[in-house]
């Protein structure tokens, strides 16, 4: 079993910076890809940004320039960093993580989405 926890989510006006973090546990083998997407309520859930093991990127259009995604393969965490941030912005943001296992299965797991707001 493998758990995901996100933090740092909150409310910030336009133009504010915010950094979420996602934290992997459990029976882990191997992370290979990390990586946020967001979700607004109507709408599907859209690739934010996404990060490989070899430290590979690669991010949405409306992301580039003000986000960046980096992670600690050391302790397998993968964090967000947005700056310049929008009101369009404003989703429930979710980790999401390839897994190899302890049992050598290749799983892919969410986290429980944490909040970004924001205001203009």
């Known amino acids: 079993q493998v758990q995901l926890v996100e933090s740092g989510g909150g409310s910030v006006q336009a133009g504010g910076s915010l950094r979420l973090s996602c934290a992997a546990s459990?029976?882990?083998?191997?992370?290979?890809?990390m990586g946020w997407y967001r979700q607004t309520p109507g709408k599907q859930r859209e690739l934010v940004a996404r990060?490989?093991?070899?430290?590979?990127?690669n991010y949405a259009d409306s992301v580039k320039g003000r986000f960046t995604i980096s992670r600690d393969n050391a302790k397998n965490t993968v964090h967000l960093q947005m700056n310049s941030l929008k009101p369009e912005d404003t989703a429930a943001y979710y980790c999401?993580?390839?897994?190899?296992?302890?049992?050598?299965?290749?799983?892919?797991?969410w986290g429980q989405g944490t909040q970004v707001t924001v205001s203009s």
């Open positions: 999401n993580v390839d897994v190899v296992t302890m049992f050598l299965l290749q799983l892919n797991y």
């Open positions: 459990g029976s882990i083998l191997r992370i290979d890809a």
């Open positions: 990060i490989t093991s070899g430290g590979s990127t």
